[in-house]
């Protein structure tokens, strides 16, 4: 089973994945879109 965290700040989002194997798996992107309550991931 797959797993997901998600770390959304002001400049960067952080995603932290853990495949079914247990390894995990990063990744940094731009955040781009304002932080509001009709904001989505």
């Given amino acids: 089973m797959w797993q997901f965290w998600?770390?959304?700040g002001?400049?960067?989002t952080d995603i932290v994945?853990?495949?079914p194997d247990g390894?995990?798996?990063s990744h940094k992107?731009?955040?781009s879109a304002?932080?509001?309550p009709?904001?989505?991931i």
Avoid: H, M, W
Wanted: one cysteine or more.
């Fill in 17 to 19: 994945a853990r495949k």
């Fill in 23 to 25: 390894t995990l798996q």
């Fill in 6 to 8: 998600v770390d959304r």
């Fill in 10 to 12: 002001g400049t960067f």
């Fill in 34 to 36: 304002p932080i509001g």
């Fill in 29 to 31: 992107c731009l955040t």
């Fill in 38 to 40: 009709n904001s989505v």
